[in-house]
């Protein structure tokens, strides 16, 4: 049987060009049974995450007929899908991704997603994966496949059973607000919420993604001017 799985993507109107590539290497591959669900211009990041989960919650059922009608044309295929791989607009993975995190066969795992912060006035990359210290989270260095306490949602790969345990409004919405996370990133937030579920959350360090990021040059410049 192909793995099912659908591809849950956040965005705000501009995909990378590489998206284009592996959506069509993935979908004529006839390697899986896909759906692409791409959410436009829903913001915060919570609110986007959080729909995302109840479209795939409710697939199988005519509850999201009309919603997936909207970005599907020519049938709607309404089978319960095995996984959920959010992919995030600005974060392409090698086409590989979806064969190497299945293979892995994690409760939630994801692709190494990198960001950039300054640490002694020079630019250096992170993994956005972190393990809980007595100082709070920490990014942690791996290699291989290992577990972690948080991680990214940019590319993740979800079993069903996790999405179901966890329950609606995985993602956080204050109590008394849509609006916003309350004090958390709402990938860390669920991540919490997984373990407190009963399972694990696991990041690949044999997969780099492209992340693509807006930059002040000048800042850059005077990182490296910094560096001479």
């Not at 919650?57 to 009309?66: A, L, Q, R, V």
């Not at 999405?163 to 409004?169: A, D, I, S, W």
């Not at 860390?188 to 399972?199: L, S, T």
Request: negative net charge.
């Amino acid at each position: 049987m192909k793995p099912s799985i659908f591809i849950a993507m956040p965005n705000l109107g501009m995909l990378r060009v590489g998206h284009t590539d592996n959506l069509l290497r993935w979908f004529l591959s006839d390697m899986y049974r896909l759906k692409w669900y791409p959410v436009t211009n829903v913001f915060p990041h919570d609110r986007a995450r959080n729909q995302c989960h109840k479209i795939f919650m409710n697939t199988g059922t005519d509850e999201i007929m009309s919603e997936l009608s909207m970005h599907f044309e020519g049938g709607i295929d309404f089978e319960r899908y095995d996984y959920m791989l959010f992919l995030d607009a600005d974060t392409v993975p090698p086409t590989s991704v979806i064969d190497q995190l299945i293979e892995a066969d994690k409760d939630v795992i994801s692709a190494t997603v990198q960001t950039w912060k300054t640490e002694g006035g020079k630019a250096i990359l992170i993994p956005v994966a972190l393990r809980m210290s007595d100082e709070g989270y920490r990014v942690h260095w791996g290699s291989g496949i290992e577990e972690v306490d948080a991680t990214t949602c940019a590319c993740t790969l979800i079993k069903r059973e996790v999405l179901e345990k966890v329950g609606p409004r995985a993602f956080q919405f204050k109590a008394d607000d849509e609006w916003g996370t309350d004090g958390i990133g709402e990938d860390f937030y669920f991540c919490e919420r997984v373990k407190a579920a009963g399972f694990s959350v696991w990041n690949h360090y044999g997969i780099i993604c492209s992340h693509h990021k807006e930059v002040d040059t000048l800042s850059v410049n005077a990182l490296l001017v910094g560096d001479r």
